[in-house]
């Protein structure tokens, strides 16, 4: 037997989420055959299995994340199983809970009657409470020690609480109490729950700790569900059950008036990358109107061409070309701030990144080396890279190194916008929507298709000459287009 641990498939990769099995208990697999897609916080990949043989359990559920290190898979390979080492801090005495299952608030365990004939997990009769039952995976130690008495609850005022008295072993069963009787033994959960002195309402929630974190992480209260799990405690499987029911238990007042949504895998990263940009690097942003209309008769004229049949040609791909031009004119922007070494850090390729709006969520993409590509090598690369976002299937390394990004805001018909730098880069261009304008042409007003341009900049690496030099000459070649070849 053996188990298949989650790897890292990207640099310091801590976690990943299961989105989906390929396989289940009783298939046979072979080695490097795909098992699980995963969603880190970069992309989704497929694992392939490291072993031959027969899937033995599934240890990760879908919808799951699961720490780095930790075992998914167990497969039958023919080889003995593992044996995991005893727990070093298990109890030695009578069974209990185990230290990741202790209840939110104390309660105690109801204790019935048991006959003279006691089994081989209760005392014998009068002995005391019934062996209560354990966890899979704590054991219970033979000949153990006593157990620490639990402290009781005070009592009412004026109430008084009857001792349990020592009884042989082989002395009578006690006899049940009739109903509104003084009890004379401990209370069990019922009578602590709704005696005199116990605080109402409360509730003892049994879940491990990842369990709670779980529940935390997808916003579901612990004390609104009934756990399926040893002793009633609360598993996964229900945490998963209400979160994926159509409406939530109300936690508090108000809870259903607002939907709560976990944050994970790529929007988390987004979120966290974009504080630290936002934080880090001081912004400046700088905005140009330009008259697109020669480069919308441009991209006409590419499309009828056959050079590019079969590539959707759009103005992004003039806008890209235009950039990658200005880089080569001006060189800095194309740079890193290295805060470790204090160094400004000039990258001699152009990684291009482009934003990409996924169900997942932002991507950033990049095409690598994109300063050495034809126009028509740029065009099939950009495509390539939107249907990879869009269908899922951008690998870590594909946005991995980026040095500059486009972002299109356009597309969702809007004007212009702030952009925040990607990690690690300098600038970043936004192409807002081209849309019908007067525009003064030769001192006459005329219709014109016009865009606003918005580039942001980390004004330590480029100060406001460069920017403002790079983003004119940007603009000045989607103006005429025809400056393109004269610069580049």
Not at 156 to 178: F, I, K, M, N, T
Not at 410 to 433: K, R, Y
Request: charged share 20%.
């Amino acid at each position: 037997m053996k188990e298949f641990k989650l790897p890292d498939v990207g640099e310091g990769l801590t976690e990943a989420e299961i989105v989906r099995w390929h396989v289940k208990a009783g298939d046979p697999v072979k080695v490097n055959q795909t098992i699980v897609e995963i969603e880190t916080a970069k992309a989704v990949v497929e694992l392939p299995c490291p072993f031959e043989g027969v899937v033995a359990a599934l240890l990760a559920e879908e919808g799951e994340t699961v720490d780095v290190g930790r075992p998914i898979i167990a497969v039958d390979d023919g080889s003995p199983a593992p044996v995991p080492p005893p727990p070093a801090d298990a109890p030695a005495g009578r069974a209990a809970l185990a230290d990741d299952m202790v209840p939110a608030v104390p309660a105690v365990p109801a204790a019935p009657a048991v006959p003279a004939e006691a089994g081989r997990n209760g005392t014998a009769a009068g002995g005391g409470e019934k062996r209560q039952p354990v966890l899979v995976g704590y054991g219970v130690k033979p000949g153990a020690a006593k157990r620490r008495p639990r402290k009781q609850p005070p009592a009412a005022p004026g109430a008084e609480r009857s001792a349990v008295p020592d009884r042989p072993a082989a002395g009578p069963a006690p006899q049940a109490a009739a109903p509104g009787a003084e009890s004379g033994g401990v209370p069990g959960p019922a009578s602590a729950a709704t005696g005199p002195g116990a605080a109402a309402g409360r509730v003892a929630v049994l879940a491990k700790p990842p369990v709670r974190k779980l529940a935390k992480d997808l916003g579901i209260d612990l004390a609104a569900l009934t756990g399926t799990g040893p002793q009633g405690s609360i598993t996964r499987e229900d945490v998963h059950a209400a979160a994926a029911a159509p409406v939530r238990p109300a936690a508090r007042a108000g809870a259903a008036d607002e939907e709560r949504i976990p944050v994970k895998g790529v929007r988390k990263a987004t979120a966290q990358a974009m504080v630290a940009s936002a934080f880090t690097a001081p912004h400046v942003t700088e905005f140009l109107q330009v008259d697109m209309t020669g480069t919308m008769e441009a991209v006409g004229r590419l499309r009828a061409l056959d050079d590019f049949a079969g590539v959707r040609v759009s103005p992004l791909l003039l806008v890209a070309k235009a950039l990658l031009v200005a880089v080569r004119r001006h060189p800095m922007i194309n740079s890193a701030w290295d805060e470790a070494a204090q160094e400004i850090v000039v990258k001699h390729r152009v990684n291009l990144g482009i934003a990409a709006a996924t169900p997942r969520g932002l991507l950033v993409p990049n095409v690598k080396d994109a300063q050495s590509l034809s126009l028509p090598e740029l065009a099939a690369a950009l495509a390539e890279l939107a249907e990879t976002a869009r269908a899922g299937r951008t690998r870590p390394e594909d946005m991995a190194g980026g040095t500059i990004t486009i972002t299109n805001v356009g597309v969702f018909g809007v004007d212009a916008g702030t952009p925040i730098l990607n990690p690690g880069e300098s600038a970043i261009l936004a192409l807002g929507q081209v849309r019908d304008m007067p525009w003064v042409v030769d001192g006459q007003i005329a219709v014109r298709k016009v865009c606003t341009l918005a580039l942001s900049f980390d004004h330590r690496v480029v100060d406001g000459e460069l920017g403002s030099l790079f983003l004119r000459d940007i603009g000045a070649m989607l103006e005429d287009p025809l400056r393109m070849l004269a610069w580049g």
